[in-house]
Antibody, heavy 118, light 109 residues
């Protein structure tokens, strides 16, 4: 069965970086893109960006350009999302999700809580 | 940037009642619209893709309709497990980006 398993919770200080991993199993990793979505406490969903697991092409949300980098390691079927220059408003649960069709994500990771606090 | 608006913000209904949720886009998104259900502490669950197609395993009481700028998610008869927050999501082609609506909470009356 398809699974996306994310790395554990992180606590970071303002200005630091965080790198969250998302290990895929149960399907051919390079056949689907991976997107990252975050959700601040009590808030809605925010799309962060997308990476093609086939060729590494990326597309980032404009507000995160310059601070976010998404990569993949096809040898381990793992996607990564790195966010730099962390601020308190980056505190959120970060999800990876598998692309499905034109506009949808059919499988999601369990989420990774990133807390930014001094 | 295309903005999605969802209404109402909260919908208070009883089990067995019909729920009608609205999602409106600031400009046409064709049929590039999806709907998700999210319960507390859980990841979102895909319900509807391409405006009207039910995802695998989604009960027939969930249906989606619309195109262009106006979309509707209908739950024909609410089950106890349907009380949750529902988000719509769209895709823009240029620049390629995805945005979510602010959500509609369906709670028990």
């Amino acid at each position: 069965q398809v699974q996306l398993v994310q790395s554990g919770a992180e606590v970071k200080k303002p200005g630091a970086s965080v790198k969250v991993s998302c290990k895929a199993s149960g399907y051919t990793f390079t056949s689907y893109g991976i997107s990252w979505v975050r959700q601040a406490p009590g808030q809605g969903l925010e799309w962060m960006g997308w990476i093609s697991a086939y060729n590494g092409n990326t597309n980032y949300a404009q507000k995160l350009q310059g601070r976010v980098t998404m990569t993949t390691d096809t040898s381990t079927s793992t996607a990564y999302m790195e966010l730099r220059s962390l601020r308190s408003d980056d505190t959120a649960v970060y999800y990876c999700a598998r692309d499905f069709g034109s506009v949808a994500y059919d499988y999601w990771g369990q989420g990774t809580l990133v807390t930014v606090s001094s | 940037e295309i903005v999605l608006t969802q209404s109402p913000a909260t919908l208070s209904l009883s089990p067995g009642e019909r729920a009608t949720l609205s999602c409106r886009a600031s400009q046409s998104v064709s049929s590039y619209l999806a709907w998700y259900q999210q319960k507390p502490g859980q990841a979102p669950r895909l319900l509807i893709y391409d405006a009207s197609n039910r995802a695998t395993g989604i009960p027939a009481r969930f249906s989606g309709s619309g195109s262009g700028t106006d979309f509707t998610l209908t739950i024909s008869s609410l089950e106890p497990e349907d009380f949750a927050v529902y988000y719509c999501q769209q895709r823009s082609n240029w620049p390629r980006s995805f945005t979510f609506g602010p959500g509609t909470k369906v709670d028990i009356k």
